[in-house]
């Protein structure tokens, strides 16, 4: 333990950044995986609605310095391009009508 008031003032601190960061990471990976279900699930409205939920919250993670930007940039790139391709995919009748 700290020896004086300053070391253990910054162990606290430390601490509630750890848990206020650990939270932000978790909501971040519980939108990701929801996201990730619709996907699968092809899910094109509720895809649609979540699409810029999870941009955002990987927006706010950079802006609070838990990931890196270029990081996001590509994880946003990922979720677009599969967003998209789920799109684009539709059936031959519905598109002939």
């Known amino acids: ?3 004086s008031k300053t070391p ?3 162990a606290l601190q430390a601490e509630k950044r750890r848990l206020r ?6 909501k971040l990976k519980t939108a990701l995986k929801k ?6 699930a092809e899910d094109k409205e509720a895809a649609a609605k979540s699409l810029p ?3 955002s919250l990987l927006d706010k993670c950079v802006t609070k310095g838990l990931m890196h930007r270029n990081t996001a940039a590509r994880r946003k790139s990922a ?3 599969q967003y998209n ?3 684009k995919e539709q059936p031959v009748e519905a ?3």
């Open 35 to 40: 996201h990730q279900a619709l996907i699968v």
């Open 53 to 55: 939920q999870v941009i």
């Open 8 to 10: 253990a003032k910054r």
């Open 1 to 3: 333990m700290a020896k």
């Open 85 to 87: 391709q789920l799109v």
């Open 21 to 26: 960061n650990a939270m932000q990471k978790s």
């Open 79 to 81: 979720l677009a391009r």
């Open 95 to 97: 598109a002939a009508e």
